[in-house]
């Protein structure tokens, strides 16, 4: 295969994983604002996301997130998506939306606390039984706001304890992702707050855990590429919640407020051989106030652009630049690609596979919006946390 054919066909071959919760409402503390035509189901949720597959080709599975996606069926759920071309992605365990979490979930001081977010936990393991999802999501709201709260080492044999369980419970071919997050809800320790915990769990648990990694999830001017390259290197990248962020875990489009970085990201995924189904490419994204299925898919591109401009990377002459140590040369070879317009070699790769070249204006022609806006009437309106 040509250098070019090469591109193509990896580019062609990525998958990006949209998230459930992106289709409905979501705000800040501040306000939620609603939209016309939002799903109100988790099978519209589905109807949406399939949209956004047919239109950019990369996007065949959806996440779930549990209890915002709530069914009786699960096995039924499965088919509503089969039937429009869709996978069941990452369940999404949420151990945080319970009066019982105040103090923690899986680290609450309290047994019966901990039992009823296991129970959860090894529920969602049942719902990927069902749905014939891989992996398990596992973010923890856990922390303590003031010193002395908790016994912080306790809460990490507790957090183990729970793993463990979960760990045992997990089919040959499904695995645990664990998330860290630095702050937010606990603002003075959280359980997780880095990849260093996060790996030292997965390594005890065994080669089915691994760590994912939420861009928004970091200290800002963290190397987030060097996180990829080190989890990469020791086999234990389970993938991504894309995001990007001004501040904090802001949730906006990924590759909007810093498309370089996320550059630098799919570089050291490319560099270490990740572009594979071993690392899980997914949003984790929020449309606050923009229309939310041309946000997805204009991020799903954005991840594309950036994959494309990673492969790009003329491997052979950074490496020449990095033996002789030429500095200036060396970060020239990576801005050269970065600095590539690969719009035109996306549109070919979508022309070739019988896609619109821009997703985005066959989206708007389609009139989904319109179609999704006259016939959404009442009910109640997907919402975060709901
Ligand atoms: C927490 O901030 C998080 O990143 C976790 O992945 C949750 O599941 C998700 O956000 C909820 O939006
Ligand atoms: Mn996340």
């Known amino acids: 295969m040509t250098e070019h054919a090469t591109v193509k066909a990896a580019l062609t071959s990525q998958a990006i ?19 016309p035509g939002v799903p109100r189901t988790p099978q519209e949720k589905l109807d949406d996301a399939a949209k956004v597959h047919e239109f950019t080709g990369a996007a065949p599975a959806v996440a779930l997130h549990i209890p915002w996606d709530t069914v009786d069926d699960y096995q039924a759920l499965a088919e509503h998506a089969r ?7 990452a369940i999404n365990a949420n151990t945080f939306q319970d009066d019982a979490y105040r103090l923690g979930s899986v680290c609450h001081p309290e047994a019966a ?12 393991v049942d719902i990927m039984d069902a749905t014939g999802s891989r992996d398990l999501k596992l973010w923890f709201a856990d922390g303590t706001n003031y010193p002395g709260q908790d016994d912080i080492r306790e809460r990490q ?3 183990a304890e729970a793993l463990a369980a979960v760990y045992e419970r997990l089919g040959d071919d499904q695995r645990m992702l664990v998330e860290y997050k630095l702050f937010e809800p606990a603002f003075y320790a959280t359980d997780v707050p880095d990849w260093g915990t996060a790996y030292a769990h997965c390594l005890k648990l065994g080669p089915k855990a691994r760590v994912v990694v939420d861009t928004g999830h970091h200290a800002p001017g963290t190397n987030i590429e060097f996180i990829v390259a080190t989890l990469l290197r020791e086999g234990r990248l389970g993938g991504f919640d894309f995001n990007s962020r001004f501040y904090a875990d802001d949730d906006l489009m990924v590759g909007a407020a810093d498309p370089f970085q996320l550059f630098r990201i799919m570089y050291e995924v490319v560099r270490g051989g990740g572009l594979t189904a071993d690392v899980a490419f997914m ?3 929020c449309h606050n106030i923009e229309e939310k299925i041309p946000a997805i898919i204009r991020s799903v591109m954005n991840v594309q652009e950036a994959t494309a401009k990673a492969l790009l990377v003329d491997r052979a002459a950074l490496a020449d630049a990095q033996r002789t140590g030429d500095v200036l040369e060396a ?3 990576l ?23 821009d997703p985005m204006a066959a989206y708007r022609r389609s009139g989904w919006a319109t179609k999704t806006a006259e016939e959404r009437i009442g009910g109640q309106q997907a919402g975060w946390g709901a």
Request: hydrophobic share 35%; net charge negative; charged share 30%.
């Open 17 to 35: 994983e949209t998230p459930s919760w992106a289709y409905g409402n979501s705000g800040t503390r501040f306000k939620v604002f609603a939209r």
């Open 83 to 89: 039937d429009r071309g869709l996978a069941i992605g």
């Open 113 to 124: 606390v901990r039992r009823k977010a296991l129970d959860h936990l090894m529920a969602c």
């Open 157 to 159: 044999d507790r957090l």
């Open 283 to 285: 949003l984790d994204q």
């Open 331 to 333: 970060n020239g070879v």
């Open 335 to 357: 801005m050269d690609a970065y600095n590539t317009d690969v719009r035109p070699l996306l549109a070919e790769v979508r022309e070739e596979q019988g896609l619109d070249g």
